[in-house]
């Protein structure tokens, strides 16, 4: 989703920003663009469709723009088409203000309506550009940069992380946030904006989050920060502890790969500070036993591969907690009318803590009265704000825009968070508690042991690149996990996939299984391996070429129906999901490599989707 980047301090401000926007590009975006004042306090813009490099190209490297203080933006088009013209910076009519955007302004057609007979004359078709014009006209009413854009935010509706430069005042940014992700950078002479770390961490790693409704005014010496009612506020920073490189490829070809291989560290460091003496310690949580005890119902609300933790989430709490718990998506949730109170336990789950939809969703149980559980990978992302309790992930910094690493330390964690209700509630049997507590130390080896057979994956990927549609089948655990294997295929390779429930084949989809169809069969489920065999045998039957999953104790038995089958170490039950959805990562980024796809920025994808 789109982009921002501000800096003003003492060197030149353009290559500064293309570098910041060069970070930014995991987010997606369809073009980019900076704005720098010049020593003669005139505002430069220079924008382009397409990416940062042929922004770069277009300044040579930021060369061609003189100036100390700047903002940049990469955008991903909500409002008119990607275009020139529709990029950011916008520059108000009379060249005053430069603008940047993430989000939408509800009430633009109204506020360019009335411009418009005011005599403004609009460039772009976008909601955005109402801002810089708006500004402009505020401006020339009260001759003061930081009451116009009071004006401004007063008068605008929806959702906004602004970044405004001002000719007539040279040396400063002024910065605005509602409902969408902008933090501030304290540098040495240096000050910055960014709408994530990652553009701005080469050259700070002290932060603070703007709330909703704050104003920033950075200049060179500093940033004040100011409330809606333009009280100053006290900013408590943040210091990011993570390197620089764990936002670099390291020598990988492609951030997923990379991020897939991350994993069984991003396990470590999300599980075994929470092991202690056998037991899952949450030291982090505030959740007392007497309250998971009263909860009388139980959400999890997220989207997308977020969403398919929760689905085998679902599955393992109700488990250990023999509670019902429902799973919902929050593009659906939030508009559903939500049968949700004070004794309603809702558990978010967002890897970037900024989805648009999950945070919606969170606000409407929270004003419900329900209590907010997050697990969310961003430290200090919006949804980690605004929840009761979270649980970090601290599975570092996930740049591709196909999950991976996140997903796995999300479901180590929601894992844990099944046994510490298990065991507040008394549903837990204490064999399983302890044998998964167990596994769930092994879980980072083990995830090594399926990592080192990523040739055969490749391998097999190589043959099976080129099918036009491809099914995920599987019961229970292995359905869910169907669910995510099939999303992190078409996401990345743009081939047609299906997840299905393999009992529901027969209900009508089989009927699309036809000779040389491929079916990823799911059967590492051993309480189920039987049905699995004998949905295999069915699809076989229909001419389809199957790619098995399974564990190492049923690869023999499986083999003597499959040719191709690939296996996993056996562990804890619950824990089957968490060494399955390896190679079905593989298996997608393989297939995604082989048909030459721009797998860590997949076509219309977004790292973040900060819009509805
Ligand atoms: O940051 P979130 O976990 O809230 O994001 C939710 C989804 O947008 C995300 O999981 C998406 O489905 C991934 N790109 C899938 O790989």
Request: aromatic share 8%; with cysteine; hydrophobic share 40%.
């Amino acid at each position: 989703m789109c982009g921002i980047v501000g800096f003003v301090g003492a060197q030149e401000a353009a290559p500064v920003l293309l570098d910041g926007l060069t970070r930014l590009e995991y987010r997606g975006y369809d073009s980019a663009g900076v704005a720098v004042v010049s020593p003669q306090y005139e505002i430069q813009v220079e924008k382009t469709k397409g990416y940062v490099k042929e922004l770069s190209a277009l300044i040579h490297g930021g060369a061609d723009l003189h100036g100390t203080i700047g903002i940049g933006h990469t955008r991903w088009a909500t409002h008119g088409a990607p275009s020139d013209v529709n990029s950011h910076p916008h520059l108000s009519e009379g060249g005053k203000f430069a603008v940047i955007h993430n989000g939408i302004i509800e009430n633009y057609v109204e506020i360019k309506e009335f411009l418009i007979n005011q005599g403004v004359t609009f460039r772009s078709e976008t909601d955005s550009e109402v801002v810089a014009q708006l500004l402009e006209f505020y401006y020339n009413e009260c001759h003061d940069f930081f009451e116009a854009v009071g004006r401004v935010l007063r008068r605008i509706e929806g959702a906004y992380a602004l970044g405004m430069l001002c000719a007539d005042c040279p040396d400063r940014i002024i910065a605005a946030r509602k409902d969408a992700p902008l933090l501030l950078g304290y540098g040495e002479g240096e000050n910055f904006i960014a709408s994530d770390v990652t553009a701005i961490i080469k050259h700070t790693r002290e932060v603070a989050y703007m709330e909703d409704g704050e104003v920033a005014v950075l200049t060179r010496e500093g940033i004040e920060v100011f409330d809606a009612l333009q009280q100053p506020v006290a900013k408590e920073r943040h210091h990011i502890d993570w390197e620089v490189s764990a936002a670099e490829k390291g020598g990988y070809p492609h951030f997923m790969l990379k991020e897939i291989f991350e994993q069984p560290e991003a396990l470590r460091r999300a599980i075994s500070p929470r092991l202690k003496e056998g037991k899952i310690v949450f030291d982090d949580m505030k959740l007392t036993p007497e309250q998971i005890r009263a909860f009388t119902r139980v959400f999890i609300v997220a989207c997308g591969s977020s969403y398919h933790v929760g689905m085998l989430g679902k599955y393992t709490l109700e488990h250990l907690t023999r509670r019902s718990v429902e799973v919902c998506l929050a593009s659906e949730f939030r508009y559903a009318d939500p049968i949700v109170d004070k004794n309603t336990l809702v558990i978010v789950i967002s890897q970037s803590g900024e989805t648009l939809d999950t945070m919606a969703a969170l606000r409407e149980a929270k004003a419900r009265g329900a209590y907010i559980l997050s697990i969310v990978n961003v430290v200090g992302s919006s949804i980690a704000r605004e929840s009761d309790d979270v649980l970090y992930t601290w599975a570092g910094p996930e740049i591709a825009v196909a999950t991976t690493k996140a997903y796995s330390t999300q479901l180590a964690v929601l894992d844990m968070i099944g046994l510490v209700f298990g065991e507040a509630l008394g549903t837990v049997d204490s064999a399983e508690y302890d044998e998964v507590v167990a596994e769930l130390e092994r879980l980072p080896e083990k995830m090594e042991t399926v990592l080192k057979n990523h040739e055969d994956i490749q391998k097999y990927a190589a043959q099976h690149f080129n099918h036009n549609s491809i099914f995920f089948i599987g019961r229970n655990l292995d359905f869910a996990l169907g669910l995510e294997g099939s999303l992190k295929l078409k996401e990345i390779s743009y081939i047609h996939s299906e997840a299905y429930a393999s009992g529901e084949l027969k209900h009508g989809t089989i009927s699309l299984i036809e000779e040389g169809t491929l079916v990823v069969a799911l059967g590492t489920y051993g309480k189920l391996f039987d049905k699995a065999l004998s949905n295999i045998i069915e699809v076989k039957a229909r001419g389809a070429d199957v790619l098995a999953l399974t564990t190492e104790k049923h690869r023999a038995e499986l083999e003597k129906t499959v040719s191709n089958v690939l296996t996993i170490p056996d562990t804890a039950t619950m824990l089957l999901p968490s060494l399955g959805v390896v190679p079905l990562q593989l298996f997608a980024y393989y297939v995604a490599l082989q048909r030459g796809c721009d797998i860590d920025k997949p076509r219309n994808l977004a790292k973040s989707v900060t819009v509805e």
